[in-house]
């Protein structure tokens, strides 16, 4: 079975589900606005495998096949739905927004509901800014 390898390019970090012949696996990259660089760290080692790309803003910026995000919560609870037949919302927390995808009896997203697009409570703006300046956090904290 060849690898497929799902990644989601958000505000903040980049997220990739691996699947080969064993479990799923899953790791973050952490972008700082460098998006090319995290990217090419998310790829290294998965030459060969099947790669799907999904993100709100960032998916536009890759030459790769991309989707919708809600079609790839669509795709991804297919894969789980035998397990889980109850659910009937799933919930995307992002660094930038807030988001319920409402489930129809058949698994497929039938309403969107998203917050406003803020990363309060996370730090984001904090590290936005002293990158602005040109300072790691640990300077920044430093001369605070």
Same mark, same amino acid.
């Given at each position: ?20 012949? %064993? #479990?799923?696996?899953?790791?973050? /990259?952490?972008?700082? &606005?460098?998006?090319?660089? +995290? ?15 999904? %993100? ?6 890759? *030459?790769?096949?991309?989707? #919708? ?12 739905? %035998?397990?889980?037949?109850? =659910?009937?919302? =799933? ?6 927004? /807030? ?5 129809? +009896? ?9 917050? *406003?697009?803020? +990363?309060? &409570?996370?730090?984001?703006?904090? /590290? ?17």
């Amino acid at each position: 079975m060849p690898r497929s390898v799902g990644i989601c390019v958000g505000a903040m970090t980049i997220s990739v589900a691996e699947k080969g012949s %064993g #479990p799923v696996r899953f790791s973050r /990259f952490p972008h700082e &606005g460098d998006v090319p660089a +995290a990217l090419r760290a998310a790829l290294q080692d998965r030459q060969g495998a099947r790669v799907g790309i999904t %993100g709100r803003k960032f998916r536009r910026l890759v *030459n790769a096949p991309t989707i #919708p995000e809600s079609e790839a919560v669509e795709l991804a609870f297919e894969s789980v739905r %035998g397990r889980h037949p109850d =659910i009937d919302c =799933i919930v995307s927390a992002g660094g930038e927004s /807030f988001i319920a995808y409402l489930l129809d +009896a058949a698994g497929h997203v039938s309403s969107v509901y998203t917050g *406003n697009k803020c +990363a309060s &409570g996370t730090g984001e703006f904090f /590290f936005q800014q002293v990158r602005r300046m040109g300072l790691t956090p640990a300077e920044a904290v430093a001369i605070a």
